[in-house]
C-alpha cells in the first residue's frame, strides 16, 4: 500500500548471508524474494555475503537491491575469521546508516550480527531455517564453539525468526527466551509459481525437452544425506515394470552426486530418470511435472515444496515436522516413513497411477500456499517487527 511504503522508507535493512548470487540455495532464494517483497514495500536493502570466487563484483545492484562481497581468507576457521572481522567494522562503520539487521541463518555471521545489536543498539533479527539433527541448533551442539555461539545467542538482544513449530519448540528447548521468538513461516512468490494448464504443460514439455507420454515425478534440492535421495532411488526401483509410464526428474547438485549416478547405473534406471544440475528456471520444471517426492531426514519450511505445491504439485513428503505442517496426509499430498521403502513405493504407484487423484490433490496443493504460504504474508507478519 502507497501509505505504508511512505512509512517504511526510513528503514534500511541489512542482510547477511554467507552465501548469495549466482550461488544460491533454498534459505538464499527464500531470503532474496524476502529482499524484494519488503523492498517493494519501501524499505532500502543492503545484502552482505562472501565472494566466495574473486571474478564476483563486490559491489553491485540487482532489483534495486545493493549486494556487497566481502573477500576473506580461503582457510579452515581463517574464512569466518577474516569474513566476521570485516563484517564487524562495515557494521560500525555504517551504524548510521541502516537501522536493522537481519541474518540468515544462525551461523558464525549471526554472532557479530547479535554483538553489534549489543554494541550498537540496533534491532537484530536471526533466522533460523533448518530444524532436527541437520538444522541450526543441533549442528552446533556438538562442539565447543558451537555451544559457546549458542549461549552468545540465547544471551543478546537479538529476536529470532522460526520457519515451522518444530524450531519454536527448539529455541525453547534451548532456553531461549519466549519474548525473542517469532514463527514466521516461508512464503512463495506466487507471480513466479502457479499452475498452468495441460496445454501449457505440453508446452513447457517440449521446450524443455521432457517426456510428453508419462507421469513425471520431480525432485528438486541439494544432493546431502539430509534428503534422502539414495532411499528414493531405492523405492523407485522397486516399482518395476510400471516405471515404464513413469518417470523422475532429480534436480540438484552436491557431494552425494557420484553415489546418487552409482545407483541409477547398478538398478538400471537410466531409462526413466532423468538427471539435471540446478535450473534458474525451476519453476518452469515445476510446472511440467505431476507430483514431487521429498523424503528429507529433517526440514524447516521447505522452500521447493512450498514451491512446487504453488505450481499444483501434490507431494509426496517425508514425516518430517516441517514437512508435516504444510502437507496434510490424504489432502494436498501424503507423508510416509522414508524407512517404509515398500509403502514409499505404494505412494507413489497410488499417486501416479491415478489421474482424478493427482487433480484433486492438485488443486488443494496450490489452494494451500495461497491461503498460507504467499511472500505478501510474511511480509505482513515481519514488517510490524522491524518497523516498531
Same mark, same amino acid.
Given at each position: #500500500?502507497?501509505?505504508e511504503s511512505k512509512k517504511n522508507q526510513s528503514l534500511h535493512m541489512v542482510m547477511i548471508t554467507a552465501f548469495f548470487l549466482p550461488k544460491i540455495g533454498g534459505s538464499e532464494k527464500q531470503l532474496f524474494t524476502l529482499a524484494r517483497a519488503l523492498?517493494?514495500?519501501?524499505? +532500502?536493502?543492503? &545484502? ?49 546508516v541502516y537501522t536493522v539487521i537481519y541474518a540468515n541463518l544462525a551461523s558464525s555471521h549471526a554472532v557479530t550480527a547479535a554483538l553489534i545489536g549489543l554494541c550498537c543498539k540496533k534491532k537484530v533479527f536471526i533466522k533460523l531455517g533448518g530444524s ?5 541448533? #543441533?549442528?552446533? %551442539? ?5 555451544? &559457546? ?6 544471551? @543478546?538482544? +537479538? ?30 512468490? @506466487? ?15 517440449? %521446450? ?5 507420454? +508419462? ?30 509410464? #513413469? ?40 510446472? +511440467? ?53 515398500? %509403502? ?8 501416479? @497411477? ?7 490433490? @492438485? ?26
Amino acid at each position: #500500500m502507497p501509505g505504508e511504503s511512505k512509512k517504511n522508507q526510513s528503514l534500511h535493512m541489512v542482510m547477511i548471508t554467507a552465501f548469495f548470487l549466482p550461488k544460491i540455495g533454498g534459505s538464499e532464494k527464500q531470503l532474496f524474494t524476502l529482499a524484494r517483497a519488503l523492498h517493494k514495500q519501501g524499505i +532500502a536493502i543492503t &545484502i552482505i555475503t562472501r565472494q566466495y570466487d574473486p571474478i564476483l563484483m563486490n559491489h553491485e545492484h540487482v532489483n534495486g537491491i545493493e549486494i556487497l562481497r566481502f573477500s576473506f581468507m580461503n582457510m579452515p576457521m581463517m574464512d569466518l575469521i577474516t569474513f566476521n572481522l570485516k563484517l564487524f567494522f562495515w557494521l560500525i562503520k555504517h551504524r548510521n546508516v541502516y537501522t536493522v539487521i537481519y541474518a540468515n541463518l544462525a551461523s558464525s555471521h549471526a554472532v557479530t550480527a547479535a554483538l553489534i545489536g549489543l554494541c550498537c543498539k540496533k534491532k537484530v533479527f536471526i533466522k533460523l531455517g533448518g530444524s532436527g539433527r541437520y538444522g541450526d541448533l #543441533m549442528t552446533s %551442539r556438538h562442539s565447543l564453539l558451537g555451544k &559457546i555461539k549458542i549461549n552468545l545467542l540465547r544471551n @543478546s538482544t +537479538a529476536r529470532y525468526i522460526a520457519v515451522s513449530s518444530e524450531i519454536v519448540e527448539e529455541l525453547r528447548a534451548y532456553k531461549f527466551p519466549e519474548q525473542s521468538i517469532s514463527l514466521i513461516p516461508n512464503g512463495v512468490n @506466487s507471480e513466479l509459481f502457479y499452475p498452468i494448464s495441460d496445454q501449457k504443460k505440453k508446452e513447457i514439455r517440449t %521446450r524443455l525437452d521432457l517426456v510428453h507420454d +508419462a507421469i513425471l515425478f520431480i525432485f528438486a534440492g541439494r544432493f546431502d544425506l539430509s534428503k534422502n535421495i539414495i532411499t528414493m532411488l531405492i523405492a523407485w526401483h522397486k516399482l518395476g515394470d510400471q516405471k515404464n509410464h #513413469m518417470k523422475l526428474l532429480i534436480i540438484g547438485e552436491g557431494p552425494l552426486e557420484q553415489n546418487i549416478r552409482q545407483v541409477i547405473t547398478t538398478k538400471q534406471l537410466q531409462n526413466s530418470i532423468v538427471l539435471k544440475p540446478f535450473q534458474d528456471n525451476i519453476q518452469e520444471y515445476f510446472q +511440467a511435472s505431476d507430483s514431487m517426492i521429498a523424503l528429507s531426514v529433517s526440514e524447516g519450511l521447505s522452500n521447493t515444496i512450498l514451491e512446487g505445491m504453488a505450481c499444483g504439485l501434490p507431494v509426496i513428503g517425508s514425516r518430517a515436522r516441517g514437512i508435516e505442517e504444510i502437507i496434510t496426509d490424504g489432502y494436498n499430498g501424503f507423508t510416509v516413513d522414508p524407512d517404509k521403502i515398500t %509403502r514409499v513405493t505404494e505412494t507413489i504407484r497410488k499417486l501416479g @497411477s491415478d489421474k482424478h487423484l493427482r487433480k484433486k490433490m @492438485s488443486e488443494k496443493a496450490s489452494q494451500t500456499i495461497k491461503e498460507h504460504y504467499r511472500i505478501d504474508h510474511t511480509v505482513q507478519r515481519i514488517l510490524p517487527l522491524i518497523s516498531s
